[in-house]
């Protein structure tokens, strides 16, 4: 009997991480596509060592990993300004998940970030990030995906008259700007147009260190905060689908399951009981 009753826990057990498996098979993963643009001015780069791009690109899996555990799957580009060659900013790395190809692309020697410096105009080249660049680049974002942008700079925009036309195209298309900046500010044109497009801002200065466990928590936090924003993003837009609603949200579905085996549990005990 004793037996018996241990093959039926088992049994029970393996139904249920069987459910819990096909439950996590099942749901569905958010797209999303991610602007990454990098200031190219001399000023991100004052060591000549590119410490400050290395943090960022090297790093990026942990970002990355923040939104794969929330069921996020991200397509990344890479987009350059305020350099010498076109200051109006320039596609480095249409959309891709291979992140060694994203760090590849920004650490070429002749077609990679510059660090030459000229003039910031982070809202021109977002703009054309949203249509077509001047040389006529167009970037090719993924059908139904949620689209963000990032922007890291260290200095303030020397395009702030267009600040109040990229919140305005920003919003058009749903996306929400997050500004990693000097300092952290937030009174300038690129914090307030990040603010208010529901996006954060965050301090460059923090991944202007040596510390590998410093640049990686950086990391990992921005990818944290972007992936609540991903979720709350199509949530807005498709509010019935099943991590959007409670009743059927698949991170609760384990917990249920719990419960099941637990009763499953129970009543084999009574049964056993009941023979005895």
Do not use: H
């Amino acid at each position: 009997m004793k037996k018996l009753t241990g093959k039926i826990i088992l049994t029970c057990f393996a139904l249920s991480l069987a459910a819990i498996s096909a439950v996590k098979a099942n749901a569905a993963m958010i797209e999303t596509d991610i602007v990454i643009f990098m200031d190219e001015s001399g000023s991100m780069n004052t060591d000549g060592s590119g410490l400050l791009t290395e943090n960022i690109f090297s790093n990026l899996s942990f970002f990355n990993s923040s939104l794969l555990k929330r069921d996020i799957k991200a397509n990344y580009s890479v987009v350059a300004f305020g350099g010498s060659s076109n200051d109006f900013g320039r596609i480095l790395q249409d959309f891709t998940t291979d992140l060694s190809a994203l760090f590849a692309a920004v650490s070429d020697d002749d077609n990679g970030l510059e660090y030459t410096g000229k003039d910031e105009l982070p809202f021109i080249a977002i703009q054309q990030a949203l249509s077509v660049f001047i040389n006529g680049d167009v970037l090719s974002y993924t059908g139904n995906a949620i689209k963000n942008f990032i922007v890291f700079t260290d200095e303030e925009a020397d395009d702030g008259s267009e600040a109040a036309v990229t919140q305005t195209a920003l919003e058009e298309n749903n996306v929400r700007l997050n500004a990693v900046l000097s300092g952290g500010s937030t009174s300038g044109d690129l914090g307030s147009v990040a603010i208010g497009t529901g996006g954060n801002v965050f301090d460059l200065e923090t991944l202007k260190t040596t510390s590998v466990s410093q640049a990686e928590n950086f990391m990992s936090g921005l990818g944290d905060v972007k992936a609540s924003e991903i979720i709350e993003d199509y949530c807005g837009l498709n509010p019935n689908a099943d991590v959007c609603t409670e009743d059927n949200n698949p991170i609760n579905a384990p917990a249920s399951l719990g419960l099941m085996f637990a009763g499953m549990i129970a009543l084999a005990i009574r049964q056993r009981r009941r023979r005895v």
